[in-house]
């Protein structure tokens, strides 16, 4: 095997968890474990628009190419990121499970969608996905919406 070959990261497969947020990839056919999952509940939110939920097919078709940034919570929905050398502030409606995979990654795994506020964390069979916003939210952050409602 030549050495291109073994620097390549296993390529995503079409295989979206909705529930979890994950995407998974051709490691996970393998039955190789993940380095670690995110385990707290994700909030109860329907929406589909910035900042909340992904839908599988900007997942599919607009997440490539991913870049590594870093990223750390403030406050709130607020996470500071810094992405290809500029600090920019980006917003998610389940910040507890957005800082617990920041929390368990290594800062290798933590990359966005270039040009997109898009956060990958990569757990070796795959990468949890987070669709963040560029302005603070509106929408989910109801009470009724939040978990355990």
């Not at 795959?126 to 302005?135: L, P, V």
């Amino acid at each position: 095997m030549s050495e291109d070959t073994n620097n390549q990261e296993p390529k995503m497969l079409p295989v979206f968890s909705s529930h979890t947020g994950k995407q998974f990839n051709e490691l996970a056919k393998s039955g190789r474990a993940p380095d670690f999952e995110i385990t707290s509940e994700p909030v109860k939110c329907s929406g589909y628009w910035e900042g909340h939920n992904f839908h599988w097919i900007p997942i599919f078709r607009y997440s490539e190419p991913r870049i590594l940034i870093t990223a750390r919570w403030i406050e709130g929905e607020k996470f500071e990121v810094v992405v290809n050398g500029e600090t920019v502030n980006w917003y998610h409606h389940d910040p507890e499970r957005l800082k617990e995979g920041l929390a368990k990654a290594r800062p290798d795994q933590v990359k966005a969608t270039e040009g997109r506020p898009w956060i990958f964390i990569s757990t070796g069979d795959g990468a949890y996905a987070f669709n963040c916003a560029e302005e603070p939210l509106k929408g989910c952050t109801a009470e009724a919406n939040k978990r355990g409602a």
